[in-house]
Structure formats: C-alpha cells, structure tokens
C-alpha cells in the first residue's frame, strides 16, 4: 500500500513539473490587433520579450495613423488647431490640383509616393490609376459604408473623358501640380503596401528578426515564426473560411484584390470598388486576384507596394491578358479566381499552394 | 469467458455476427471520432476582439448568445455546439452577418465600422494570418 503511495507520488510530481517546463517555454509570440486605416491591421512579432515586442508594435501603429491622417482621401482630419478638422495632406493637394496649375508644397515621401505610383501607372497601362478618384467618390466608395448608388451613366462617360493620369502630375523639388484639374489622387490601392514596406524596414532598423505584419489583408513576413516560415492563409472569395495556405519567406509579401470587402448589391448584381479606368464601371469578371512577391533590390518599388499595386492590373484586364499584366511587373506567381469561380494559378503558385479542400479544381497557366 | 481470452482462435469462433457488429460500430465509432476530435481543424473556442482588446474566449461546447457593446452599438454573437457567427449587428453593410457560421480553427469574422472580430480557435493553427 505504501509503496502504491509512493509511486503515485512520484508520477504526481513528474506530471507537476511537465506542466511547470511547459509554461516556462510558452512560446515567446506576441500578437495585437488594431483598427487603423480604415481597416484592421494584425502585427504578431516572435522571438522578443512582450515589453520590447508591445513597444515597436506600437510604434509601427502610431507610423500607420499618421500615414493614414496625411493620405486619407476623402475625409478631414481632426487636427490640433482651433480651425476645426483639416483636410489631410493629400486632401490639400486635390484641392490644389482642382484649382489649377498653381504649383503646392508638398513632403518629400508624399514626392516620392506619387514619382513611384506614377512609373507602375505607366508600367500598368494605366489599370493601376490613383488619379481616377472623383470616379471612385461618384460609385461611393469614398466613403465608410457603401450604399447601392444608381449612377448617372454620362456623368460616368464624362469623367473617362476627362481622363486623369498620373503623368498630368508635375513634380519637381517637393512641389507638384496638375495639368488637368479632374486629377483627384486616392492612394488606397497604393497606401497599405507603402505602410507595409515602412513597417518592414522600421522593424529591420529595431533587429525584430522574426515578425508577420497584416494590414487590411495585405502581409509581409519577416524572418519566421520558430523553425518554420510563416504560413498564411488565402480567403475564399465566396465562403467565411480560407481557400489555400502557403509559407510566406522572409521579405516575401502577399496581396490580393477582391470584390468582397468593398461593393455593393444592386439588382442582383454586384458592384465592386476596383473600377476599370477605361469604361469607368467595376470590373465584373473577376472575384479576387492573389500576388505573391519575391524581396525586391533596393531600389527599386518595394514588395510591399507592388503587393498591392499588381493585383489591381490582372483584376481589371482581359482574360486573356492576365499572364502579360503580371509580367509587366516582374511577378508570377498569382491566382485569379474568376465570375463563375474557376481559378487559375501561375506555375510558380501552384507548387506553393496548399489547397485547403483536396478536391479544388483549377487550371495551372503556362 | 476468463477462458476465451486465454484462446484468441476459441475467441472468434466463438463471436455470432451481432457481436462482429458491435465490434465494427466499436471501431467506427473511434475512427469517427478521430477524424472530429483529433484533425487539426477542429474548433475549440472562439475569441472575441474589441478594438485592439481581447474581449473574451469563450469554449464552442456550448449553446449561448454573447452581447458586445463595439464602437456603434450592440452586437450579438450566437455560439452552438461548435460554431459561431455575428447573429446581430448595428453596422450598416451587415457583411459579418452575411459570412454565416464559423466552424474551423482559423476562421475569422471581422466588423470592421463597430471594431469586433471572432476568431476560432483550435488546437493549431492552420495559418498565422489571413491573406484578404
């Protein structure tokens, strides 16, 4: 009996202090979630103390609120001064712009943005616009909550006419102006992919080695998370659950352009905020567009930007043409996910995709 | 019946097929059970965020209606027996209500004008972060 005593004892203590090492080892991730851009935003950072990790965590929070009150499109900012809200940075511009050929002061990275946004607008055919935002505001999407809007087909009509691009912009020594005064910038297909790169290099800066950055879908990975890269999860278009996974390597990032975070419904059919510059309408043959980008050198467009930024070309283009728009920026490795869900998957995405149910069919492009 | 044990061959001859029945429900019920409880996406809990906070986690074994007060107003969250979805919300586009059930580790649900997301958990996870 005393011995039965004792032996269970003994497997009592073993099991105590299996749970005791366990918690020791708890693994050292740190993970927050914020709003900010108009968008959820989801840092996880492994491998540092909470404190330091909270610390640049926050950091890289406060650098996306500031990003976004300076290039926020359409709404006026709150502000310290007595005045009442302001119009952001980029919102002074417009106005600028609108007014005439008057040359305005702006900062050097704001420059910088839109010399970069204007070279892959010229790269895309002019798909990727950020100058078609008074098309954007007349579809609604300027705003918080879409509401079905039943446009005016020739007001559509006259604002392709107007045709704003990014090279009626003038930039020279950190002033800029407009050639054409229907250029109203919206930087919200450039913008997340901008923070992410800041992010990236912030955390680089501060030796964070292993870190995972989720800005309104968009993701760039640092190093990895234990021994393995990270993994991410793509969304399913249609469905509340994920439709694949792959390993995202360290500097890669991923994005993807979808109808179904912003759109509305309006007799039966679906209007999505990613507009063809060209008809002035959403694309309607596509439901979401993935990108996978490789580090780029440094200096050239990073791949947080062309993360956001490439998805939108092969979104809006032709079927046909979706392999060409990819390679215009060097990426392919993409899926498309067309209006009657058949997917197609590039060569190089296909050997990294793990379908999430065995039984999805897709056609691999050449 | 101390005996048969002792004779595997005895043992089998001895079984009429309504104890072979019992055996094979035996066995399947344990491999159906397997495949529930034991792949990696089977959800055990959801998590509940407002704003940058954790709200709350709650297990999934349970039949319940959770209300959050978020950044607009009330929203409910209805829980059932391994799943969770937005039952309610003040927001206007209604897109959380609309994603339905969630029923894997991994899935999410996020209402971004009133600030509160679901998240189900799992013993792993199938991925670190959503791609959207």
Redesign the interface.
């Given at each position: 009996m005393r011995k039965g005593a004792i032996s269970f004892l003994f497997v009592a203590i073993l099991i105590l202090g299996a749970f005791f090492l366990k918690s020791c080892f708890k693994e050292p991730i740190y993970h927050s979630q914020s709003y900010v851009f108009g968008t959820l935003v989801d840092i996880s950072i492994y491998g540092e103390t909470d404190e330091r990790a909270s610390l640049v965590a926050n950091h890289v929070l406060q650098d996306f609120q500031d990003l976004h009150n300076r290039l926020h499109a359409w709404k006026p900012v709150a502000g310290n001064k007595p005045s009442g809200p302001q119009l952001s940075e980029l919102g002074q511009l417009n106005a600028a712009f609108q007014k005439g050929n008057q040359p305005i002061t702006i900062s050097p990275d704001l420059a910088k943005m839109l010399i970069d946004a204007t070279a892959l607008s010229v790269k895309s055919n002019g798909l990727f616009n950020p100058a078609i935002g008074n098309l954007i505001g007349t579809w609604g999407f300027q705003r918080d909550e879409f509401n079905p809007v039943i446009v005016d087909d020739n007001k559509i009509k006259s604002l392709v006419k107007s045709n704003p691009c990014m090279t009626d912009i003038v930039i020279s020594n950190n002033t800029a102006y407009s050639n054409n005064p229907m250029v109203k910038l919206d930087l919200g297909g450039y913008a997340k992919g901008y923070a992410l790169d800041i992010a990236a290099d912030y955390l680089r800066k501060q030796h964070v080695k292993n870190a995972l950055i989720n800005i309104g879908g968009n993701i760039m990975a640092i190093g990895q998370h234990h021994d393995q890269p990270w993994r991410v999860g793509i969304q399913h278009p249609r469905l509340p659950t994920a439709i694949a996974t792959l390993d995202l390597p360290d500097g890669w990032a991923i994005g993807t352009s979808g109808d179904y975070q912003r759109y509305f419904m309006l007799n039966g059919q679906r209007y999505c905020h990613i507009i063809d510059p060209r008809s002035g309408y959403p694309a309607q043959h596509t439901q979401s567009v993935t990108v996978l980008v490789p580090p780029q050198a440094h200096s050239q467009t990073q791949a947080g930007v062309l993360s956001d930024v490439v998805s939108k070309p092969i979104f809006i283009e032709a079927p046909e043409n979706r392999t060409k728009a990819a390679l215009a920026f060097g990426i392919d490795n993409f899926m498309v996910i067309d209006d009657k869900s058949n997917i197609f998957v590039s060569k190089k995405m296909a050997q990294k995709l793990h379908w999430i149910d065995s039984g999805v069919k897709f056609t691999t492009l050449p | 019946m101390l005996n048969l044990l002792h004779y595997p061959r005895l043992l089998i001859q001895e079984l009429r097929v309504g104890d072979w029945l019992v055996v094979l429900a035996g066995l399947l019920c344990v491999f159906y059970l397997f495949q529930t409880l034991w792949s990696n996406e089977h959800a055990t809990k959801v998590q509940i965020?407002l704003?940058?906070k954790i709200y709350a986690t709650y297990s999934l074994n349970q039949q319940r209606e959770v209300h959050v007060h978020g950044k607009l107003g009330d929203a409910v969250i209805s829980i059932a027996q391994g799943k969770a979805r937005f039952a309610k919300s003040p927001?206007?586009?209604q897109?959380c209500v609309h994603?339905?059930?969630?029923t894997?580790a991994?899935?999410a649900?996020?209402c971004?004008?009133n600030?509160i997301?679901l998240e189900l958990l799992g013993e792993t996870k199938?991925?670190?972060?959503?791609?959207?």
């Open positions: - | 965020r704003g940058d927001c206007h586009t897109y994603q339905g059930w969630l894997r991994g899935q649900a996020i971004l004008p600030q997301s199938p991925y670190d972060s959503l791609n959207y």
